[in-house]
């Protein structure tokens, strides 16, 4: 979700696109429609043959109910901890955990919808899976797909409306400020209530480069059947490694309607976006910004603009074709922890955050999940666990439960260092309010090759002098 139109906005590292005014203008807007509901599917499609399927949601929670907190982050605010302003996009709405905006409608379907509250201020929600290493195997393929429909407004009451499913590479969690280079694919983005789907891909550098940033490689079509907005759409990207040059493919309801090729990237940018450990997945109902101004000419949302219309989710699914072995989910847990061999800790298992073995500033608390916590971290505390053993062969990112009650504008990074904790950082990523002091929240964050015996430290960073974090435990995931 991070191209701009053609009028450019002057961009601040971006997040997700926005794009293709050119295409935009050349098709007209979409009849007026009157408020449709279609039910869900009862479950997720089984794949065809020689398909397998790595991951999915359904959304058949109970109505009212936030989605699976074991595949899905909740991201709150006007940006990440650290990151651009406005998400990177312009956009003016505030991401909120409530189920005002983001919840299961008890019929098989998620709802995030935006509302305008009697001062003229926009909410909606945003997630992104938990999961961060959806890529296809070697030589083989990877297909993303959602079956959704857009916000049901079209017209002058549009204004501004912009829901998308889409992929940023894993590198950008924890960083966001690597975008474009690290990849993102917009499976589906819709702005302004028009009867056409957009797909693109952003890489390389920004602006220009590879893939004409802000805009990003993109197309647009009108949506087959019935309109965007009156009823479910099947969204599909294809990652194609099994043919030369290696393609990326655009679906709606089986239409192909957009391809790029390894060739138009040329192979530095697209092994730059390739080469890292995968993608995670994105849904969100943004407000304004950059892409629907765009199209429109002219600020969004407007004094038109309707408060309160839901883009709905059937379900998300990642499935996999060829290529090698079926590669082992992601746990969303940790697995239990077991008895350390000679005197060491399994950096794989479940490490205790309060079974320190030194400590600078830290302190120790009940934990409403059971057991304790370590509490009031901020910038400089840090604490230190002995001989925690990685093995041969080092891990891919690592896991950590954690939870804020931080005044708003109050962040920091968790972050991980070897041996010393003053030494480079192997990885980190950023927290922000979570929800309360014991609202937790797993986090992923990756982190560089470590292999052997060490002394881990977790060490904390803020730009400000207040308490921005606990700690209830850590894990490495290979």
Same mark, same amino acid.
């Given at each position: 979700?991070?191209?701009?139109?053609?009028?450019?906005?002057?961009?601040?590292?971006?997040?997700?696109?926005?794009?293709?005014?050119?295409?935009?203008?050349?098709?007209?807007?979409?009849?007026?429609?009157?408020?449709?509901?279609?039910?869900?599917?009862?479950?997720?499609?089984?794949?065809?043959?020689?398909?397998?399927?790595?991951?999915?949601?359904?959304?058949?929670?109970?109505?009212?109910?936030?989605?699976?907190?074991?595949?899905?982050?909740?991201?709150?605010?006007?940006?990440?901890?650290?990151?651009?302003?406005?998400?990177?996009?312009?956009?003016?709405?505030?991401?909120?955990?409530?189920?005002?905006?983001?919840?299961?409608?008890?019929?098989?379907?998620?709802?995030?919808?935006?509302?305008?509250?009697?001062?003229?201020?926009?909410?909606?929600?945003?997630?992104?899976?938990?999961?961060?290493?959806?890529?296809?195997?070697?030589?083989?393929?990877?297909?993303?797909?959602?079956?959704?429909?857009?916000?049901?407004? +079209?017209?002058?009451?549009?204004?501004?409306?912009?829901?998308?499913?889409?992929?940023?590479?894993?590198?950008?969690?924890?960083?966001?400020?690597?975008?474009?280079?690290?990849?993102?694919?917009?499976?589906?983005?819709?702005?302004? #209530?028009?009867?056409?789907?957009?797909?693109?891909?952003?890489?390389?550098?920004?602006?220009?480069?590879?893939?004409?940033?802000?805009?990003?490689?993109?197309?647009?079509?009108?949506?087959?059947?019935?309109?965007?907005?009156?009823?479910?759409?099947?969204?599909?990207?294809?990652?194609?490694?099994?043919?030369?040059?290696?393609?990326?493919?655009?679906?709606?309801?089986?239409?192909?309607?957009?391809?790029?090729?390894?060739?138009?990237?040329?192979?530095?940018?697209?092994?730059?976006?390739?080469?890292?450990?995968?993608?995670?997945?994105?849904?969100?109902?943004?407000?304004?910004?950059?892409?629907?101004?765009?199209?429109?000419?002219?600020? +969004?949302?407007?004094?038109?603009?309707?408060?309160?219309?839901?883009?709905?989710?059937?379900?998300?699914?990642?499935?996999?074709?060829?290529?090698?072995?079926?590669?082992?989910?992601?746990?969303?847990?940790?697995?239990?922890?077991?008895?350390?061999?000679?005197?060491?800790?399994?950096?794989?298992?479940?490490?205790?955050?309060?079974?320190?073995?030194?400590?600078?500033?830290?302190?120790?608390?009940?934990?409403?999940?059971?057991?304790?916590?370590?509490?009031?971290?901020?910038?400089?505390?840090?604490?230190?666990?002995?001989?925690?053993?990685?093995?041969?062969?080092?891990?891919?990112?690592?896991?950590?439960?954690?939870?804020?009650?931080?005044?708003?504008?109050?962040?920091?990074?968790?972050?991980?260092?070897?041996?010393?904790?003053?030494? +480079?950082?192997?990885?980190?990523?950023?927290?922000?309010?979570?929800?309360?002091?014991?609202?937790?929240?797993?986090?992923? #964050?990756?982190?560089?090759?470590?292999?052997?015996?060490?002394?881990?430290?977790? +060490?904390?960073?803020?730009?400000?002098?207040?308490?921005?974090?606990?700690?209830?435990?850590?894990?490495?995931?290979?």
């Amino acid at each position: 979700m991070n191209a701009v139109p053609a009028a450019p906005v002057a961009p601040t590292a971006p997040r997700r696109p926005r794009r293709r005014l050119a295409l935009a203008v050349t098709l007209a807007a979409a009849t007026a429609l009157t408020g449709v509901s279609v039910a869900a599917q009862a479950a997720v499609p089984t794949p065809p043959s020689g398909w397998s399927l790595v991951w999915s949601d359904d959304f058949t929670g109970a109505a009212g109910t936030l989605p699976s907190s074991a595949n899905w982050i909740v991201d709150t605010g006007t940006s990440y901890p650290g990151g651009p302003a406005n998400w990177g996009t312009g956009e003016i709405q505030t991401y909120t955990g409530s189920t005002a905006n983001l919840a299961h409608d008890g019929s098989g379907n998620l709802r995030i919808t935006p509302l305008r509250d009697s001062g003229g201020r926009w909410t909606s929600a945003r997630i992104e899976t938990v999961r961060t290493d959806f890529k296809p195997p070697s030589g083989g393929v990877l297909a993303i797909e959602g079956r959704i429909q857009m916000p049901n407004v +079209t017209g002058a009451q549009a204004a501004g409306y912009w829901p998308a499913f889409w992929a940023l590479g894993a590198p950008y969690r924890g960083n966001y400020q690597n975008w474009p280079g690290i990849g993102e694919i917009d499976v589906m983005e819709n702005v302004n #209530g028009l009867n056409q789907v957009w797909g693109a891909l952003h890489c390389g550098v920004a602006p220009g480069g590879p893939c004409n940033e802000f805009s990003g490689l993109g197309a647009t079509r009108v949506c087959p059947g019935s309109a965007c907005q009156a009823a479910f759409h099947t969204y599909r990207t294809e990652w194609d490694t099994s043919v030369s040059p290696q393609q990326l493919r655009w679906y709606v309801d089986g239409q192909l309607f957009h391809t790029v090729t390894q060739t138009q990237v040329g192979a530095t940018y697209w092994a730059q976006m390739t080469g890292h450990g995968g993608y995670f997945l994105l849904l969100n109902v943004a407000m304004g910004g950059s892409f629907p101004d765009g199209v429109a000419g002219a600020v +969004t949302p407007t004094g038109s603009t309707v408060s309160g219309r839901p883009m709905l989710v059937d379900y998300v699914a990642v499935y996999r074709r060829g290529g090698g072995s079926t590669p082992t989910p992601t746990p969303t847990t940790p697995a239990p922890t077991t008895p350390p061999p000679s005197g060491t800790v399994d950096a794989y298992s479940t490490i205790q955050a309060e079974a320190f073995s030194g400590q600078n500033g830290v302190a120790v608390e009940t934990c409403a999940e059971g057991g304790q916590n370590i509490a009031a971290l901020r910038n400089g505390d840090w604490a230190r666990y002995d001989n925690v053993d990685f093995g041969g062969s080092g891990p891919r990112d690592f896991l950590a439960r954690v939870a804020s009650g931080a005044a708003g504008g109050v962040s920091g990074l968790v972050e991980v260092r070897v041996d010393s904790p003053t030494a +480079t950082p192997i990885g980190s990523f950023a927290v922000a309010n979570t929800g309360g002091w014991q609202s937790w929240r797993s986090v992923p #964050g990756n982190v560089s090759a470590v292999t052997g015996r060490h002394t881990v430290y977790l +060490t904390f960073s803020s730009g400000q002098p207040a308490d921005f974090v606990n700690v209830n435990w850590f894990t490495f995931r290979r």
